[in-house]
T-cell receptor, first 112, second 115 residues
Framework: EADIYQTPRYLVIGTGKKITLECSQTMGHDKMYWYQQDPGMELHLIHYSYGVNSTEKGDLSSESTVSRIRTEHFPLTLESARPSHTSQYLC???????????FGQGTRLTVV | EDKVVQSPLSLVVHEGDTVTLNCSYEVTNFRSLLWYKQEKKAPTFLFMLTSSGIEKKSGRLSSILDKKELFSILNITATQTGDSAVYLCAVEVSYFDSGNTPLVFGKGTRLSVIA
């Protein structure tokens, strides 16, 4: 059973606030990913990590940052939220780069 | 709790075969159903279905939604090795009180097409 959790599920926040979206997995996967996605649109990779202390930017430019201090934890931080950041953020993990990715339930972020 | 169940979890076929992937769902307020193909890091969008009984087609791929029976199928005809991927089904759920429409993903079907 895949266990990957994201919190919060929904967040409404004012412009300029700093926020951190949490993602944790209990499968011991080395590879973790953050995607940004709007309904009916492609999932865009914004960050990924191949292991502890390894982080890379993805295909879509993002003003967010990530950290990977522990295998199971891959938080995403926005230093100053803007309305353009309003979107759904999906976290995923996989055992191998081309293996099946397990997705969290997502965080729906609204910046007002 | 909203849930999306895909079957089979894994499938191996030969080139030229036709495959059908299944997705059933139980959600509170259905808004749409989406299919994605995931090969490497970023899944690619295939179809978005909102109306029952209307088939969407793109080349050898087609999909249809049955809102009465709460399921969708994805068909791939004349499969090729390039179709090998994980196919994800997701349901967009509408929460009227908050206005949020999160996606609920299934676990995916891993399709392997061998020459």
């Amino acid at each position: 059973e895949a266990d990957i959790y994201q919190t919060p599920r929904y967040l409404v926040i004012g412009t300029g606030k700093k926020i951190t979206l949490e993602c944790s997995q209990t499968m011991g996967h080395d590879k973790m990913y953050w995607y940004q996605q709007d309904p009916g649109m492609e999932l865009h990779l914004i960050h990924y990590s191949y292991g502890v202390n390894s982080t890379e930017k993805g295909d879509l430019s993002s003003e967010s940052t990530v950290s990977r201090i522990r295998t199971e934890h891959f938080p995403l931080t926005l230093e100053s939220a803007r309305p353009s950041h309003t979107s759904q953020y999906l976290c995923a993990s996989s055992e191998y780069e081309e293996g099946e990715a397990f997705f969290g339930q997502g965080t729906r972020l609204t910046v007002v | 709790e909203d849930k999306v169940v895909q079957s089979p979890l894994s499938l191996v076929v030969h080139e030229g075969d036709t495959v059908t992937l299944n997705c059933s769902y139980e959600v509170t307020n259905f808004r749409s159903l989406l299919w994605y193909k995931q090969e490497k890091k970023a899944p690619t969008f295939l179809f978005m279905l909102t109306s029952s009984g209307i088939e969407k087609k793109s080349g050898r791929l087609s999909s249809i939604l049955d809102k009465k029976e709460l399921f969708s199928i994805l068909n791939i005809t004349a499969t090729q090795t390039g179709d090998s991927a994980v196919y994800l089904c997701a349901v967009e759920v509408s929460y009227f009180d908050s206005g949020n429409t999160p996606l609920v993903f299934g676990k995916g079907t891993r399709l392997s097409v061998i020459a």
